[in-house]
């Protein structure tokens, strides 16, 4: 696997695809799970699988219908969101998603970059699903590679600390953050999922093993 060294310069159809290619596999998981297991708890606090699911939808939603009012995406508008998909079936939850991932994509290409950030959060959720569900690709799989892409760029545009990783699964080193900086880049060893799951904030199993220098894992989350 390669991701070239090209996150200053932005794909507007990468987010689309990321959307579109994790929809296909993602999808036809949750169909055929039994409606019990949607109550799983996940690691994003006071969240089953379906309310971080309902939250995916919504998201996608207010961004195919341009709903942006004051304070969306904050935490109230966020659990209003999900409260307002309390008496939904999980069938109807899994449709608003699909429907989501395959119209968000243009939208987010329009928007400039302003809304890419969205369609990682979202690849990064639906590895919080198969992370409660101890399912194997959870922030990896088929999709890392392009995953990994969107946030070096999400980085850069964010302008946060410089980071150098060298990656176990990657041929080539992955550069993160902002272009430059007052001093050498911060540097990180070992493999691409719990590089992602540092940047993302989630949790690490117990046995992971990684070197990271220069900075702190709380100064890599995203999320914080």
Known sequence: MTVADTHDVRDPELPGRLLAAERDALVPLLRERPEEDFAAPTCCPGWTVRHVLAHCGAVLSRV??????????????????????????????????????????PVIAEAGGALDGIALGEWVHAG??????GLPGAYGGAQLGPALELLAHVTRVRGTLPLHADLDDLDEPLRL?????????????????????????RRLPADTSYELAGTTEAELNLYA
Do not use: C, H, K, Q
């Not at 919080?128 to 569900?133: F, G, L, Q, S």
């Open 64 to 105: 195919v219908e341009g709903r942006f009012e004051e304070g969306v995406f904050s935490p109230e508008s966020n659990d209003r969101d999900i409260a307002d998909r309390d008496g939904w079936l999980v069938a109807r939850v899994v449709d608003e998603l699909e429907r989501g991932m395959t119209d968000a994509g």
């Open 128 to 133: 919080d699903v198969r992370d409660a569900w």
């Open 177 to 201: 953050g902002a272009a430059t900086g007052d001093g050498p880049p911060a540097r990180y060893i070992g493999d691409a999922t719990t590089l992602v799951r540092l940047y993302a904030g």
